[in-house]
């Protein structure tokens, strides 16, 4: 018996891969090795506009007007209440995405990637797009063929739960913390979502993370970490589009990749829908979709470099960097261009 053909395979069901999903309509077969929205590796802060374009606002927990970063020296304040983040509940987020979705979802693992199709667990699957949404992990794309960016960098995030109350979003760049990393706690209600995370990809993090609890006089509760890229890979790899973590699209410095997971899920389901529905030719839809993804390479760049700078720089600078970025006269040159990244129209198509 053959492979079963579909119109689109999309590898990954979290937030790349449901954004894509999300966009396309026929046979479509999404795939991942966890049910939807039951395995969260994110601190799950994001825009509130993003949630509320993508319709799932039932998922926040809390809004939070400002992000407050703490340096050895100094705290900075940066006010987001014109544009204000959110956290939210990782199953909720996803279950609502998937019912916005008209595809087949299958529980299984991907075993590999050869000529146009994908082997799983229960077989194999074909499909003229297929999308690797699978994370740092790469799934296809690093059977697909050679990378043209080469490997990516990664950073190693460690993170937990405690008993903690509060408004912002705060953040913690200090040496004596983490050498080459930053701390984090976003609230979620009652309670709070609080990591470290190495930018030199270090992955033993847990007596760090439990020295900055006990600083911080809270309790852990259960432990998960994971890998994140810190620099753009390659958005295709022979005919395989890259999408969210795979492709690298987390952003470096502040390690924020929902939204450009989304962002960039949304590009390539509106190009793969283009294929499937005969508008255009596979090779014109990757190409098109490259462009896309490397028309942000010089913020990426940028972005990288920061995250380098901060990585190696003494601890004392680093209050006065914060403050400087945070001056009347140097904010609105960058702050609100980050806080937009992404922000285009989600427009649905007819009838959903």
Known sequence: MGARAYDAIVVGASFAGLAVARELRGEVLLLDRFEVGSHQTSACGTPLWVVERLGVKESVIQVHPRAVIHTPTRTVIYDASESPYCTFDYGRFCRGLLEQCHVRFLRTAV?????????????????????????????????AGPA?????????????????RGEGLYFWVDPA???????????????SRVGVGSFAGVSKLRAPLERFLEGLDLRPGRFHGTYFPAGLGAPTVGHVFAVGDAAGQCLPLTAEGIRPAVYFGRICGVLAQSVIDGRLSLEDALQAYRRRVFAHRRAYRLL??????????????????????NRPAVRPLWWPRYLSFGKVAWEPPAGR
């Open 177 to 191: 913390i983490l050498a080459e990393g930053a701390a984090w706690l976003f609230p979620i209600g009652a309670r």
């Open 304 to 325: 990288r470099g920061l995250q380098w700078a901060v990585q190696k720089m003494p601890g004392a600078w680093l209050g006065l960097v914060a403050e400087l970025g």
């Open 148 to 164: 043209a960016t080469g490997p990516m960098p990664l950073s190693f995030g460690l993170e937990t739960e405690a008993d903690y």
């Open 111 to 143: 075993r590999g990637f050869s000529q146009g199709g994908v082997e799983t667990e229960d077989g194999r699957v074909e499909a003229p797009c297929v999308i690797d949404a699978s994370g740092w992990h790469r799934a296809l794309v690093d059977r």
